[in-house]
C-alpha cells in the first residue's frame, strides 16, 4: 500500500514569492493534516480535514496562508507571499477518521528555504 | 493551551543500555497518547500507541511505554538498545474531545556502537 505522498520534496523560493505543496493521503482516510516543523521541534497543526471540509485551522495564518482538499482526497497547502519565518519543514498526514482510527501516517514532507 | 513535554532534547547511550525518555501532557481529559521515530533521512513513523486499557503498551523493535494517568505521564522505555535505534523520538497526544493532536519537541538518541 502506498504512504502519504507528498510533493516537493524541497523548495527554495526568495520572499514574498508564493508556494505550493500537495499532498496526496493514503487511499481511504478520510482525515487529512498539515503540519508546520521547526528545526528542533515538533510537528505543530496548520488545518485538519475531515473529508472536504477544514474542521480545525484555528493554528493557519490566514492571511498569508490558504489550503483545499477539493474531493476529499488530495490537498494542496499555499503561502502567499513567503516570509522568512516560513522556512520550514511541512508535513502532511492522514488517518482513517477518529478515535481508534486516529493513528496519523505522514508523508515525507516538504523542506522549504525562503531565502 | 496543551502542552506535551519531553525533558530530554539529547540523549547518548552505549548499545546494550537501557533506554527510558520522559513524556509529560497537561491536557486534563481524555487522551490517546502516541510515540514516533524519524530514523535519519526518513519520515515519521508510529512506535506505539495507547487508546484504553492496560497501560504498559508494547509497540516494534522492542520498544514499551507506561501511561500513568495520574502523572499524566507516557515514558518510552527499551531495556536494551541497539546503534539502529539512533533516531529522533517524538511523544504526541489527542485530546479526544476536540480530536487534537500535540507534539512534544522530541528527544534525539544516539546510541555509540
Known amino acids: 500500500e502506498a504512504g502519504v505522498v507528498q510533493s516537493p520534496r524541497y523548495k527554495i523560493i526568495e520572499k514574498k514569492q508564493p508556494v505550493a505543496f500537495w499532498c496526496n493521503p493514503i487511499?481511504?482516510?478520510?482525515?487529512l493534516y498539515w503540519y508546520l516543523q521547526n528545526l528542533g521541534q515538533g510537528p505543530e497543526l496548520l488545518i485538519r480535514?475531515?473529508?472536504?471540509?477544514?474542521?480545525?485551522d484555528s493554528q493557519l495564518p490566514k492571511d498569508r496562508f490558504s489550503a483545499e482538499r477539493l474531493k476529499g482526497v488530495d490537498s494542496t497547502l499555499k503561502i502567499q507571499p513567503a516570509e522568512l519565518g516560513d522556512s520550514a519543514v511541512y508535513l502532511c498526514?492522514?488517518?482513517?477518521?477518529?478515535?481508534?482510527?486516529?493513528?496519523?501516517?505522514f508523508g515525507p514532507g516538504t523542506r522549504l528555504t525562503v531565502l | 493551551a496543551q502542552s506535551v513535554s519531553q525533558h530530554n532534547h539529547h540523549v547518548i547511550l552505549s548499545e546494550a543500555a537501557s533506554l527510558e525518555l520522559g513524556c509529560n501532557y497537561s491536557?486534563?481529559?481524555?487522551?490517546?497518547l502516541f510515540w514516533y521515530v524519524q530514523y535519519p533521512g526518513q519520515h515519521l513513523q508510529l512506535l506505539l500507541k495507547y487508546f484504553s486499557g492496560d497501560p504498559l503498551v508494547k509497540g516494534i523493535k522492542g520498544f514499551e511505554a507506561e501511561f500513568i494517568k495520574s502523572k499524566f505521564s507516557f515514558n518510552l522505555r527499551k531495556p536494551s538498545v541497539q546503534w539502529s535505534d539512533t533516531a529522533e523520538y517524538f511523544c504526541?497526544?489527542?485530546?479526544?474531545?476536540?480530536?487534537?493532536?500535540?507534539f512534544g519537541s522530541g528527544t534525539k538518541l544516539n546510541v555509540k556502537p
Open positions: 498526514a492522514s488517518s482513517l477518521g477518529r478515535g481508534r482510527f486516529n493513528e496519523q501516517f
Open positions: 480535514y475531515e473529508n472536504e471540509e477544514a474542521v480545525d
Open positions: 487511499s481511504g482516510h478520510n482525515t
Open positions: 491536557y486534563g481529559g481524555t487522551v490517546n
Open positions: 504526541a497526544v489527542n485530546a479526544i474531545d476536540f480530536n487534537k493532536f500535540y
